[in-house]
């Protein structure tokens, strides 16, 4: 679509009760990103209350219209998915804005391929918007999705703002405390009382009007009128008593724009166990389970009922899919009529919102076994048949994008189309911690349910423990990488590249899980780039090179922290670049870098970058400690920023070599974030 275009969703699908906004971006040096936020509005052009604004710190609308999702990285950019369902829209409002601001009022010229994408509740694209012109602004609002004769539409608007996120709320009638860029707290994502008795006024959008459409907008309408002045309260009449003055309504509270603080849990109280010997009670026990349809069997029960009984948990997992926000039910061993004999899936999800019944199939393995494809086709061919939503499929497996884990036939004749989608069960341990840990339940029973749940998870027996095995031709790559056998074009290579990334992915869920803030792999390609081809040229660099290389984006972390396994040497590297201060002195620079690195592990290597060709000097922190001079270049060269990286082994090759090189990845990355990254000032223009 073009700028200014509008479309009726009806032509597009017959599906459209349910959508979801896709918007997207890439950043060249990979550590961009934006967030992305729904506004209602009413046929003034403004929302109603504050409530009607849905951002990071109001994520979820209580009557189900509005849900934002996870984000999540792609092969070719960065995307955040909005589920929308249109029947659950109050009747007053009629339209809903979808925007995106980036932090710190950073601009979106900085990132490519701005996009907005519409998908149907079975998954399918029906329409793209690209945004061309980004510059300064620091806020886009992308599109929007109105009513037009009982018929719901969506526009291209395609407007920036220089004003952050604080000014396109504020044009549309928010109250905001404008906090982009200070540190007060956020809980329950409202400030305190408002500072100043008059509203910050809105800043004007910094890009061009829209074009207008062929069909007329929905206009926002003038500013209103200034308010009749009171008149001044006159003395009472003598030998009457003068009447109380009315209570002074109390200032309406204003949101604030500042993320929520991550706050950690409380810390657990003393046991009252006579010894260390005694376990505590479990309510979903895993010391008994003997094989692996056990575990199958349990997990899926375990997870399914903890869905049904905690609705902010089992929409997390279902929006994904196209679920709407309502009443969950969910069913285990169900049996279902499929041609000569029965079929039981391995459970059954249906929410009911408003009268509309969603149903998914439910098949899952653990334990590392792999999804067959038989079975999965056959719950494919019965959701068709039956109309039924979508086919969920569960395992210690990641999905990629252009790799699917089972291989599928949809029949085209058929009008009713299902969605097949993965979840891996890191994550959902993912999705359990950052609710328990850091957004929080309102519910203490709920919460209880999900602390069991995460439990049940990571304890060594229930077969859920995430992608653990690298395939069958790790051990031959890797073998054949260090007899220098290994050439270019060898499919083996494409296997283990798609593991790596696989194991990247879950890498990004365990830490995200344990920080509360979002952790992304940096994408490698750009848009419209086949991720099969892509996948194909870095094997080729691994049989050349015998690396395999990653960066993964941690939110609010100074710069990106970079992965990189050497098979040739069986060493695992992981780093960051941090770049200089605009202002201040260089020694002051490197006598500030070591003192925040106080706490971090004497063998890390700090190395200054220089904006010409030779190498900077470099040192280790345990050496640079008394000496932090040592840093600075002999030749005045201009320091543009510095690189920290620390090498350890990828593990002993005995035993399990695929489990202990996952291990030794996973035990890198923690290092280095705990022991580096987390000391490091995320402003590094900051004066000390």
Same mark, same amino acid.
């Given at each position: 679509?073009?700028?200014?275009?509008?479309?009726?969703?009806?032509?597009l699908?017959?599906s459209?009760?349910?959508?979801?906004?896709?918007?997207?971006?890439?950043?060249?040096?990979?550590?961009?990103?934006?967030?992305?936020?729904v506004?209602?509005?009413?046929?003034?052009g403004?929302?109603?209350?504050?409530?009607?604004?849905?951002?990071?710190?109001?994520?979820?609308?209580?009557?189900?219209?509005?849900?934002?999702?996870?984000?999540?990285?792609?092969?070719?950019?960065?995307?955040?998915?909005?589920?929308l369902?249109l029947?659950?829209?109050?009747?007053?409002?009629?339209?809903?804005?979808?925007?995106?601001?980036?932090?710190?009022?950073?601009?979106?010229?900085?990132?490519?391929?701005?996009?907005?994408?519409?998908?149907?509740?079975?998954?399918?694209?029906?329409?793209?918007?690209?945004?061309t012109?980004?510059?300064?602004?620091s806020?886009?609002?992308?599109?929007?999705?109105?009513?037009?004769?009982?018929?719901?539409?969506?526009?291209?608007?395609?407007?920036?703002?220089?004003?952050g996120?604080?000014?396109?709320?504020?044009d549309?009638?928010?109250?905001?405390?404008?906090?982009?860029?200070?540190?007060?707290?956020?809980?329950?994502?409202?400030?305190?009382? +408002? &500072?100043?008795d008059? #509203?910050? /006024?809105?800043?004007? $959008? =910094?890009?061009?009007?829209?074009?207008?459409? @062929?069909?007329? %907008?929905v206009?926002a309408p003038a500013?209103? +009128? &200034?308010?009749e002045? #009171?008149p /001044?309260?006159?003395? $009472? =009449?003598?030998?009457?008593?003068?009447?109380? @003055?009315?209570a %002074?309504?109390?200032?309406?509270?204003r949101?604030?724009t500042?993320?929520?603080?991550v706050?950690?849990?409380?810390? =657990?109280?003393?046991?009252?166990?006579?010894?260390d010997?005694?376990r505590?009670a479990?309510?979903?026990?895993a010391?008994?389970?003997?094989?692996?349809?056990?575990?199958?069997?349990? =997990?899926?029960s375990?997870?399914?009922s903890?869905?049904?009984?905690?609705?902010?948990?089992?929409r997390?997992?279902?929006?994904?899919?196209?679920?709407?926000?309502?009443?969950?039910?969910?069913?285990t061993?169900?049996?279902?009529?499929?041609?000569?004999?029965?079929?039981?899936?391995?459970?059954?999800?249906?929410?009911e919102?408003a009268?509309?019944?969603?149903?998914?199939l439910?098949?899952?393995?653990?334990?590392?076994?792999?999804?067959?494809?038989?079975?999965?086709?056959?719950?494919?061919?019965?959701?068709?048949?039956?109309?039924?939503?979508?086919?969920?499929?569960l395992?210690?497996?990641?999905?990629?994008e252009?790799?699917?884990?089972?291989?599928?036939?949809?029949?085209?004749?058929?009008?009713?189309?299902?969605?097949?989608?993965?979840?891996?069960?890191?994550?959902?341990?993912?999705?359990?911690?950052?609710?328990?840990?850091?957004?929080?339940?309102?519910?203490p029973?709920?919460?209880?349910?999900?602390?069991?749940?995460?439990?049940?998870?990571?304890?060594?027996?229930?077969?859920?423990?995430?992608?653990?095995?690298?395939?069958?031709?790790?051990?031959?790559?890797?073998k054949?990488?260090?007899?220098?056998?290994l050439?270019?074009g060898d499919?083996r290579?494409?296997?283990?590249?798609?593991?790596?990334?696989?194991?990247?992915?879950?890498?990004?869920?365990?830490?995200?899980?344990?920080?509360?803030?979002?952790?992304?792999?940096?994408?490698?390609?750009?848009?419209?780039?086949?991720?099969?081809?892509?996948?194909?040229?870095?094997?080729?660099?691994?049989?050349?090179?015998?690396?395999?290389?990653?960066?993964?984006?941690?939110?609010?972390?100074?710069?990106?922290?970079?992965?990189?396994?050497?098979?040739?040497?069986?060493?695992?590297?992981?780093?960051?670049?941090?770049?200089?201060?605009?202002?201040?002195?260089?020694?002051?620079?490197?006598?500030?870098?070591?003192?925040?690195?106080?706490?971090?592990?004497?063998?890390?290597?700090?190395?200054?970058?220089?904006?010409?060709?030779?190498?900077?000097?470099?040192?280790?922190?345990?050496?640079?400690?008394?000496?932090?001079?040592d840093?600075?270049?002999?030749?005045?060269?201009?320091?543009?920023?510095?690189?920290?990286?620390?090498?350890?082994?990828?593990?002993?090759?005995?035993?399990?070599?695929?489990?202990?090189?996952?291990?030794?990845?996973?035990?890198?990355?923690?290092?280095?974030?705990?022991?580096?990254?987390?000391?490091?000032?995320?402003?590094?223009?900051?004066?000390?």
């Amino acid at each position: 679509m073009v700028k200014g275009a509008n479309v009726g969703l009806a032509t597009l699908s017959e599906s459209t009760d349910s959508v979801t906004v896709i918007l997207g971006w890439n950043s060249p040096g990979g550590d961009g990103d934006a967030d992305v936020s729904v506004l209602l509005l009413t046929a003034e052009g403004k929302v109603r209350d504050n409530a009607d604004f849905f951002y990071y710190n109001n994520p979820t609308a209580e009557d189900g219209s509005v849900q934002l999702l996870d984000g999540a990285s792609t092969d070719v950019g960065t995307e955040d998915r909005i589920q929308l369902d249109l029947t659950a829209v109050p009747a007053d409002v009629e339209r809903l804005v979808v925007a995106a601001s980036r932090p710190n009022r950073a601009p979106f010229g900085q990132l490519d391929d701005l996009r907005l994408e519409l998908a149907d509740l079975g998954g399918e694209r029906l329409l793209g918007f690209s945004i061309t012109d980004a510059g300064a602004e620091s806020a886009f609002v992308f599109g929007e999705i109105y009513r037009r004769n009982q018929e719901w539409k969506f526009r291209a608007v395609g407007q920036g703002y220089d004003t952050g996120l604080a000014g396109l709320a504020t044009d549309f009638g928010i109250d905001i405390e404008d906090d982009e860029n200070t540190d007060g707290d956020t809980a329950n994502g409202e400030g305190g009382e +408002a &500072a100043a008795d008059t #509203t910050r /006024e809105a800043t004007g $959008p =910094a890009g061009p009007a829209v074009d207008a459409p @062929a069909e007329p %907008a929905v206009s926002a309408p003038a500013p209103p +009128a &200034a308010p009749e002045r #009171t008149p /001044e309260p006159q003395a $009472p =009449a003598a030998g009457t008593a003068p009447e109380e @003055a009315p209570a %002074a309504a109390p200032a309406p509270k204003r949101l604030r724009t500042a993320k929520k603080k991550v706050t950690l849990p409380r810390a =657990a109280k003393p046991s009252l166990a006579e010894n260390d010997g005694w376990r505590t009670a479990r309510l979903f026990p895993a010391t008994s389970l003997k094989s692996d349809l056990e575990r199958e069997v349990r =997990a899926t029960s375990v997870l399914l009922s903890v869905m049904a009984q905690v609705p902010e948990f089992g929409r997390r997992l279902t929006a994904k899919f196209g679920a709407p926000a309502g009443r969950t039910e969910t069913f285990t061993e169900v049996s279902l009529p499929h041609g000569d004999s029965p079929k039981r899936p391995d459970g059954v999800i249906r929410v009911e919102r408003a009268g509309r019944l969603w149903t998914a199939l439910v098949e899952s393995k653990t334990n590392g076994n792999p999804l067959k494809s038989e079975q999965v086709q056959d719950y494919m061919d019965i959701a068709a048949r039956r109309g039924y939503e979508a086919v969920i499929t569960l395992s210690n497996d990641v999905a990629l994008e252009g790799s699917p884990l089972v291989q599928v036939k949809i029949d085209g004749r058929r009008k009713h189309k299902v969605l097949l989608g993965h979840l891996s069960w890191a994550e959902v341990a993912y999705q359990a911690q950052m609710l328990i840990r850091h957004e929080g339940v309102g519910n203490p029973a709920h919460a209880w349910l999900l602390q069991e749940l995460l439990h049940y998870l990571q304890h060594d027996n229930s077969g859920c423990h995430g992608f653990q095995n690298m395939g069958p031709a790790w051990v031959p790559v890797r073998k054949a990488v260090d007899e220098e056998t290994l050439v270019v074009g060898d499919g083996r290579a494409v296997q283990v590249v798609e593991s790596w990334e696989r194991l990247i992915r879950q890498v990004c869920f365990q830490l995200g899980g344990e920080l509360g803030v979002k952790v992304l792999p940096v994408p490698r390609g750009r848009r419209g780039e086949d991720p099969t081809v892509l996948r194909a040229a870095l094997a080729d660099r691994l049989c050349s090179d015998g690396r395999l290389d990653a960066e993964i984006r941690i939110e609010g972390a100074v710069g990106t922290l970079a992965i990189t396994a050497d098979l040739r040497v069986g060493k695992l590297r992981t780093s960051t670049e941090v770049p200089a201060p605009e202002q201040g002195y260089p020694l002051s620079w490197v006598k500030r870098l070591v003192r925040q690195l106080g706490e971090a592990p004497a063998d890390l290597h700090v190395e200054t970058l220089t904006d010409g060709d030779a190498a900077g000097p470099r040192g280790t922190l345990e050496k640079l400690r008394p000496e932090p001079g040592d840093l600075l270049p002999k030749d005045s060269s201009r320091i543009t920023g510095f690189r920290l990286s620390l090498s350890k082994s990828t593990g002993s090759t005995r035993g399990n070599a695929e489990s202990g090189f996952i291990r030794s990845v996973d035990a890198a990355v923690e290092r280095f974030h705990s022991g580096v990254l987390a000391h490091l000032d995320q402003r590094p223009g900051r004066r000390a």
